[in-house]
């Protein structure tokens, strides 16, 4: 039996070394391909829905070729997309709802988030072959960015796995409560707050079906205990970004970062419907494909 798994362990350590070095010279090779026509699989998002999400809500299409060349006079980028991030307010894009800060995704096409990605191509004189950068790119296996203003290019020597450059969340409660559910969650915590603690609300995703809105109890906290809440978007703390990454103390063994890695663009759907039924522990990424770091 101990030989057994023995062996059964050092032939499944034997593969995935296989799969990531096969991942590893595809990802270097893509820079030689430059200016060819290759196929790129999507991830397609079918039509809106406010009912509970679904695997079959999203669609895999292979084939879409795709000619790995950033325009002449575009100023766009042309990526390899590395890791994917998976965030709950991905979730209110797929209602036909125009009343949001973020625009509805457009059925048909392929699902937009955050990622990491390798420049291929580039007609940007800020990004150059073979840079890696984090910003907004398509759930599929190459992207033509245009607006490139969003991307940021990732300094290999801030000593960070690729794959934490997702921009993930950060959840705390001591007197400070960090808010991305909503509904009952935040309930309970306005009932536990201390006197003039602060909620910060980025999110809540207990509330993206819209279907049956939960009902607070514990308002009247917001009085008794003279509590501060503040909601806010990423976006309008990105531009400290970088100075995060200096103060970080990532580096030093302080913070713990746990991540949900699913490997393989299929398995994208699954990963992002998991979000809702709790299946995930730790920020949840999908590896499209690795790169020597």
């Known amino acids: 039996m101990g030989t057994g798994m023995g062996y059964h362990n050092h032939s499944v350590l ?27 699989k999507q991830i397609l ?13 999203m669609e895999l299409k292979p084939g879409n070729p795709i000619k790995l060349e950033a325009p002449k006079g575009s100023n766009a ?3 390899k997309n590395l890791y994917l991030s998976c965030d709950p307010y991905m979730r209110g894009r797929m209602r036909d709802f125009l009343g949001s800060y973020i625009p509805p995704f457009s059925p048909g096409s392929a699902i937009e988030g955050f990622g990491v990605s390798k420049v291929v ?36 020597d801030d000593g960070i796995p690729l794959s934490y450059h997702v921009l ?27 006197t003039h603690g602060c909620v910060a609300v980025c999110g809540m995703v207990s509330q993206k079906p819209r279907t049956d809105l939960h009902s607070f109890r ?14 806010f978007l990423q976006s ?4 400290l970004y970088p100075r995060f990454l200096e103060d970080i103390t990532y580096k030093q063994g302080k913070i713990i970062y746990i991540e949900n890695m699913n490997h393989g663009l299929e398995s994208a759907p699954a990963a992002f419907v998991g979000l809702f039924s709790g299946k995930n522990v730790g920020k949840q990424v999908i590896c499209i494909c690795l790169a020597s770091e």
């Open 14 to 40: 034997y593969s995935n070394y296989n799969r990531r070095l096969k991942q590893v010279r595809e990802v270097n090779m893509e820079i030689d391909l430059a200016g060819k026509t290759i196929e790129n």
């Open 45 to 57: 998002f079918k039509s809106y829905t406010n009912k509970s999400l679904k695997e079959t809500d």
């Open 77 to 79: 980028v042309l990526v």
């Open 121 to 156: 191509d580039s007609d940007d004189p800020n990004f150059k072959r073979g840079e890696f950068v984090a910003g907004i790119t398509n759930w599929e296996e190459y992207t033509l960015i245009h607006k490139t203003g969003q991307l940021r290019t990732i300094q290999q």
């Open 168 to 194: 993930p969340s950060r959840n705390c409660r001591i007197d400070i409560y960090f808010d991305n559910v909503g509904g009952g969650t935040l309930d309970a915590a306005l009932a536990n707050m201390r």
């Open 218 to 231: 514990n308002m009247f906290s917001i009085i008794s205990k003279r509590i501060t809440i503040k909601g």
């Open 236 to 239: 309008d703390f990105i531009h």
